[in-house]
């Protein structure tokens, strides 16, 4: 870990600026992922900015009928938030699905959406990797890539999106907030929030440097069964190989989102008018352009199978 | 002592406190945080800086040039020690892989500098400065392309099990030929790593020539005397300690990485360096459990009787290492008058492929007894019926030869009884529950007993305090409660006027913690060095040893009963021995025996296994501590579970190396995948064996049990995965629809 410097600002938009006038200066909340990252020396920033002292931990209702979390709410607080567990369901599931239980403790809304990919060859640092390294190669293309993206991906980055609460947050249609250092406030649709790696893989998301998420509001509820399966190789603390976020009525019909197979938490609206039609149509579309490598073609059929236990669930 | 004949009647036989479930008496120390570890010998040596190794970051070829300005003037930074200046040290006993020095690089993560400063964090940030140049050369990486090349080799796991490169009886092809139901299948398994939960850690310290090295290792004299060699000092300048360690696993039977560099460090720096490896470089800088390729073909009559089984292996390694020796369990397992076994090694320039638990036995049960089920089905007969009409009594390469104890058919009987395994659905894919897929497999267990020579010294004084001092470790596996145990019947003494002093190599040598080898031997050390200690303590009494009886803190004869401890008023009376076996262990063969039954959950839909019940039957002569011993074999069934459903090191077949080098990447199970396991002792003794007329049972418990969790994953799907660990991708394409 480098040294660096810390302060703690009283305002969002004074930590955005904070950020926006030190040079590689990031934003900590959590660090469950940042701090991990810092002493393996992947991300080295000088100056650490805490935004964990901003009043920002609240989950309020929304005069729409939805609900604005704070971006510093817990994970922990939030899956057990009353309003979540009854309207937002695949939410808190999602939310309990991430990590172990002292890591839900620490990571806060905003920190989820913003972890980095496990991508084996990201973390070490003796290895070419682009989204480390711009412009020292992909090493997974050809390496171990068993647990990486199948579509969306580039020649230069076939990594995936870790987290489990952003794929609950897409199915949701969820809105971030976010301040910068001027003051200004932007909506970023979830849809929009994390980008696909393209030839700049080193940039996950459509914030700005100096833009800090000051909370994620989700629209009014939406009724049906709310789904996240997440699909591991053990039963508790693992990333996804595929998970498979869902609202799905009676009949099959409703919205679905997948996780651990992208850059960004996957969902094809387009697709979703099929869903009473069963799992193949849909991913059959979610998935069309799909460019798995041999290690990981397996997602594509786990990912339709995945869905058909979301679907089956749902009709019971 | 000599052990050469059976064992008679002895004081163990009492069984006042050996036998019983006693809690480990160093729980109290662990779960407090009193119990200090390698890395956190804080009081041992003042002024401790800290190591950290840097790994090279490539998998063979050569540094051209290590450039250490920058480092040198970071923060705290107090030495760098790197391979270019150092010679290539020798290596210790068992080692493949170099440790340290000189400019060539053997495989991914090898040590090339140590950086040594005020504070981790400073060590670690000025690691990060060093600048490596290398000359990467072409290696061979994949076990599979280099399979077809492997000879056979004669290899031994440094732990007993292993043999000649091929070995033969009657005439295997001939017999398989004119078999009238005849099995062949190829199976592989993959590299493991130990995780063990502490890694590699060793605080050094300099006295003028002299160097103590606090550290966490399972073999004491082994490591003791390879470090000297390794560090060019006399052994009698060289001290280990190793009181308390956190799983080894046999990751930590030989001399790495962590003591060489913080020795070298130490004295580069003329301060006391504390060095522990990341979990990166435990993974890709230590050893591993090697992947295998393994062949399995059986003959039998149509009745199910075995005339020609052949297992062969190839592994990988480097140079100067040694083949997996997987087929070792298949010399001894079932009768069959016609046997072929052979070992082959392929060149690999991956990180040393070494002993991990029960190696050879392990990978090789895994598939041998995956062949067993497949071949009981071919016959149409019930697995457990099928491995019972195949038993044996002798060793069937050499009929002559008996086994000491037997009694795999009394553990498989009790264990399908248990277990419930009559209401087995024998035909896969049958039994659902709810999303559940639900199968139940079965597998015999199959370990060697080794005894080793084994010391300890045992003094008593005069408040009756009886302290045995021995290098034994306790590796976690409960061996300062059965040291306790056996000097506490022995002495007639209660548990608490037991201390037991571990892990010293100024203590008499001891057999050490590997191959379940040390809870038998060690004791059995014990034993022999308090046989002295009762003598010595009658003749000062004046009693004639073969009248006293040592019975509750007193010592009696005839009339007279004396406090124990009256022995020691005039001094500590003090009595140190060795037991020694003569080759009773050869003419009669020792093994431990179980059988393993599991229930698994399939996911009818993604394919994901869950074990839902495990039951284990085990033979292991007497158990000294039913509670340590369970928690042996439950560990075990943990383990072989994750070689079973999760565990690869991932090769990187091109760049050379293990790719998911965390324990994010590398999975075990965790709670969740893990049920409710019983183990069942049967109640035996082995006369054989040693005056405990105990054997091992550290790792009896990994013996098989992935293989039943395989075949029960065959039960659930009928899908038959060949290829470990059985992850849901190799099952999807074959599950049927799911709705």
């Known amino acids: 870990m480098k040294s660096f410097t810390y302060e703690r600002p009283s305002s969002p938009a004074e930590a955005a600026a904070a950020v926006a006038r030190t040079p590689n200066a990031k934003f900590i909340a959590g660090g469950t992922n940042l701090l991990d990252l810092m002493k393996l020396q992947i991300e080295t920033p000088t100056h650490l900015v805490d935004v964990n002292g901003l009043n920002l931990d609240k989950v309020e209702a929304t005069p729409e009928g939805g609900l604005r979390i704070g971006a510093l709410v817990r994970n922990t607080d939030l899956a057990a938030d009353a309003r979540v567990r009854k309207d937002y369901g695949v939410l808190s599931r999602a939310l309990l699905a991430g990590a172990s239980g002292q890591l839900r403790n620490k990571a806060t809304t905003a920190g989820n959406l913003l972890q980095r990919t496990r991508c084996p060859y990201f973390y070490d640092t003796a290895q070419p990797c682009n989204k480390r390294q711009p412009g020292s190669g992909c090493s997974a293309l050809d390496g171990v890539s068993r647990s990486l993206a199948v579509i969306g991906s580039s020649e230069a980055c076939i990594a995936t ?56 509001t989700l629209p009014k509820p939406v009724a049906g069964t709310h789904i996240y399966r997440k699909v591991r190789d053990r039963a508790s603390y693992a990333y996804a190989l595929v998970s498979v976020a869902a609202i799905l009525g009676k009949d099959g019909g409703g919205h679905v989102a997948f996780g651990g197979v992208a850059h960004k938490p996957w969902r094809v609206e387009a697709a979703e008018a099929d869903l009473p039609r069963g799992a193949k149509v849909v991913t059959d579309k979610v998935f069309a352009g799909a460019k798995p490598t041999e290690d990981n073609a397996y997602k594509l059929k786990l990912a339709e199978r995945t869905l058909a236990a979301a679907l089956n669930q749902a009709r019971a | 002592m000599k052990f050469d004949t059976p064992a008679g009647q002895n004081p163990i036989d009492q069984l006042k406190v050996v036998g019983k479930p006693t809690d480990r008496i160093d729980g109290k120390y662990k779960t407090t945080g009193t119990a200090p570890y390698a890395y956190e010998r804080h009081d041992v040596a003042a002024n401790q800086a800290y190591g950290y190794v840097l790994g090279a970051g490539i998998a063979k070829g050569r540094v051209r040039r290590i450039d250490t300005a920058a480092a040198k003037r970071a923060p705290g930074v107090l030495a760098i020690v790197t391979t270019l200046e150092h010679p290539r040290m020798e290596r210790g006993m068992m080692n493949a892989a170099y440790l340290f020095g000189g400019d060539e690089v053997q495989h991914y993560h090898q040590a090339i500098a140590v950086v040594v400063a005020e504070t981790f964090e400073q060590a670690r940030a000025a690691a990060f400065l060093v600048k490596v140049d290398y000359a990467p050369t072409a290696g061979k990486f994949d076990l599979a392309a280099e399979a077809k090349g492997a000879k056979p080799v004669p290899g031994d796991s440094g732990e007993g099990s292993g043999g000649n490169g091929e070995e033969r009886v009657g005439d295997f092809e001939g017999a398989f030929a004119q078999a009238p139901v005849r099995f062949d299948e190829t199976y592989s398994t993959a590299d493991e790593s130990h995780a063990m939960m502490e890694p590699h850690a060793t605080i050094a310290a300099w006295e003028g020539d002299k160097v103590t090295l606090w550290t966490s290792n399972q073999m004491i004299a082994w490591g003791h005397s390879s470090l000297a060699k390794i560090l060019g000092v006399p052994k009698e ?59 399995v073909r059986i003959g039998a009559t149509k009745d199910g009787t075995i005339t020609a089984i052949a297992h062969e292996s190839t592994s990988g390694n480097l140079p100067d290492g040694d083949p997996e020796t997987a087929v070792s369990q298949t010399k001894l397992l079932y009768a069959g008058a016609n046997r072929l076994t052979a070992m082959k090694l392929a060149h690999l320039d991956l990180p040393e492929g070494n002993a991990m638990r029960a190696p050879g036995e392990a990978p090789g049960l895994m598939v041998l007894e995956v062949a067993m089920d497949e071949m009981a089905e071919k016959l149409g007969i019930d697995p457990v019926e099928f491995r019972i009409r195949n038993d044996t009594q002798v060793d069937p390469q050499d009929p002559q030869r008996p086994f000491s104890h037997r009694d795999l058919v009394g553990c498989l009987k009790l264990g399908a009884e248990k277990f419930g395994w009559a209401k087995r659905n024998a035909k896969p894919g049958q039994v659902r529950d709810g999303q559940w897929l639900v199968g139940h497999g079965m597998a015999a267990a199959f370990r060697n007993n080794m005894v080793m020579k084994s010391g300890a010294r045992v003094r008593l004084a005069a408040d009756g305090t009886v302290t045995v001092e021995t290098d034994m470790t306790d590796i976690g596996t409960g061996s300062y409660t059965i040291i306790a145990q056996t000097a506490a019947e022995m002495m007639g003494v209660p548990l608490d006027k037991v201390v037991v002093r571990l892990g010293d190599s100024s203590f008499p040598v001891s057999s050490g913690s590997g191959g379940q080898f040390g809870g038998n031997s060690s004791t059995a050390g014990v034993y022999a060095a308090c046989v002295k200690l009762r003598e010595a303590v009658a003749q000062r009494l004046g009693i004639n040893s073969a009248d006293a009886v040592f019975a509750d803190g007193q010592v009696r004869a005839g009339n007279r009963a004396v406090p124990l401890g ?138 098989g049990v992935g293989a039943a969790v395989a075949n029960a994953v065959y039960n659930a799907t009928g899908i038959r995965v060949r290829d470990y660990p059985i992850t849901l991708d190799k099952l999807l394409d074959r599950m049927p629809e799911a709705a």
């Not at chain 2, 009181?243 to 006391?272: E, H, I, Q, S, T």
């Not at chain 2, 998911?660 to 054989?688: K, R, S, T, W």
């Open chain 1, 161 to 216: 999106h870790p987290g489990d609460m952003a794929v609950a947050m897409r199915v949701l249609n969820a809105t971030v907030e976010t301040v910068d250092a001027k003051g200004a406030e932007r909506k970023i649709a979830i849809a929009d929030f994390h980008r696909l790696p393209g030839d700049r893989p080193e940039v996950d998301t459509t914030l700005k440097p100096d833009e800090l998420i000051t909370a994620v």
């Open chain 2, 237 to 295: 300048n060289v001290r280990l300690d190793s009181p308390y360690v956190g799983g080894g696993f046999g990751g930590k039977l030989f001399v790495r990485a962590d003591a060489v560099m913080a020795a070298l460090g130490a004295k580069a720096a003329g301060r006391p360096v504390k060095v522990a490896l990341t979990r990166p470089l435990v993974m890709n800088n230590t050893t591993h459990r090697p992947a295998t390729i393994q062949r």
């Open chain 2, 566 to 703: 009256q022995a020691a008023s005039g001094g500590e009376v003090s009595a140190e021995d060795t037991i020694e076996f003569g080759d009773i262990s050869k003419k009669q063969q020792q093994s431990t025996f179980g059988a393993h039954f599991v229930e698994v959950g399939v996911d009818a839909y993604t394919g994901e296994t869950r074990v839902r019940r495990m039951l284990a039957v085990c033979a292991a002569g007497r158990i000294l501590n039913p509670k340590s011993a369970r928690s042996q074999v439950i560990g075990g069934m943990t383990m072989g579970t994750g070689a079973a459903l999760m565990e690869e090191l991932a090769v990187d077949t091109k760049r050379g190396f293990f790719a998911n080098h965390d324990l994010a990447g590398y999975e075990v199970p965790v709670h969740a995948d893990i049920p409710h396991q019983e183990v069942i002792f049967l109640d035996e003794v082995d006369p054989m064996s040693s005056p405990m007329k105990a054997k091992g049972v550290g790792e009896l418990g990994i013996c």
